[in-house]
């Protein structure tokens, strides 16, 4: 297995000083507990946010990402971000495609590609989330779903462009209900089997979906997971750093 890979998504919370002092802990725990050597811990604050958890991150083996960013490089587009701008305040990551982006703002599967097509040209790392809704699960329509998310992506990528998959079913998301160990081993084999078929071997699966401290363990020791997407236990230096620790530990 490669060097695991924990996110901590913050979505949208913590000020400025809340959000320097959480890196700050988190920051410190690490070296001390000599997780940093073991994991890839990135750190997703709020746009107006990074500059603050940049600061704090340095040259510390941590990386600063994005929770988003918009498909076009400038222009007429309030309220947006672009990559470049997320590459000038030091991020390396971004995600992209996030469930609720996908259900609240109706981003739709050719956005989401362009918006990755922005990130490689700016060097950044895209994260992409992909996963089936509930009503979906129930109508057996998983694979079709996850076939759908990743053809599009997996048509544009390559062998030298870097990104990750994060498989975060939406019925799991923010609702406390993890997906079971079976489906969570069951999807990450389709989709690595996926994305082995379509050259992407390189690419590193993460799940998403109401990991905690308290689950974080069993996820870890799931075939295929190589790291988590972490929600609201990443907004408690504590939990998360034992998050952390688990997917060290696997």
Known sequence: MTTP?????????????QARQLAEQICSQLT????????????????VNLP???????NRPLALGAQNCWSE???????????????????????IGHSERRTIFREDDQLIVRKLERAWEEELI???????????????QTWDVLSRQLALV?????????????????????TGIAASAEEIEQ????????????GCHHVPLLYGGSVTEENAASI?????????????????????????????NA
Request: charge should be neutral; aromatic fraction near 8%.
């Open 5 to 17: 890979i924990v996110v901590g998504n913050w979505k949208m919370n913590t000020t400025a000083e």
């Open 32 to 47: 001390e507990r000599a997780l940093d050597t073991r994991t890839t811990v990135v750190l997703c604050p709020p746009f």
């Open 52 to 58: 603050a958890v940049g600061e704090v991150i340095g």
């Open 73 to 95: 490089p400038y222009g007429a587009f309030t309220g947006e971000i672009s990559a470049a701008m997320l590459r000038a305040v030091g991020c390396r990551y971004v995600i």
């Open 126 to 140: 895209p994260i992409l989330c992909i996963g089936e809704t509930l009503t979906e699960r129930q109508l057996h």
């Open 154 to 174: 997996s048509a544009h990528s390559s062998r030298t462009r870097a990104w990750i998959c994060a498989y975060e079913p939406v019925w799991a998301i923010g």
């Open 187 to 198: 999807a990450h084999a389709y989709l690595r089997s996926f994305l082995d078929a379509h």
């Open 220 to 248: 870890a020791a799931i075939a295929h997971v190589d790291g988590v997407l972490v929600g609201g236990a990443s907004l408690v230096a504590e939990r998360f750093l034992r998050i952390i620790e688990a997917q060290a």
